[in-house]
C-alpha cells in the first residue's frame, strides 16, 4: 500500500515533469502529464480514509522525439 506521503511526492514530481514539457513548449505531453495529475489528485482527495487503491500508480516515462 502506498502512503499519502508517497503519493503527495510522486504528485510533486509529476508537476516538475510537466513543468519541463512546457519549458521545451511540448504542449501535448504537459497537457497529458497535468491531466493525469489532476486525475491523481482527485483521487487522493476521494480517498481521504488514509488507505489507496494499490493498483493505483502513476508513471512517467521521458519520451525523446528524434
Known amino acids: 500500500m502506498v502512503s499519502r506521503l ?22 501535448t505531453n504537459a497537457t497529458c502529464v497535468q491531466q493525469a495529475l489532476i486525475e491523481h489528485l482527485v483521487a487522493l482527495i476521494e480517498h481521504d480514509t488514509g ?3 494499490p493498483g493505483f500508480t502513476i508513471k512517467f516515462k521521458e519520451v525523446v522525439d528524434e
Open 51 to 53: 488507505e489507496c487503491d
Open 6 to 27: 508517497k503519493r503527495i511526492q510522486r504528485l510533486k514530481q509529476g508537476v516538475e515533469f510537466a513543468k519541463q514539457h512546457i519549458e521545451n513548449a511540448d504542449w
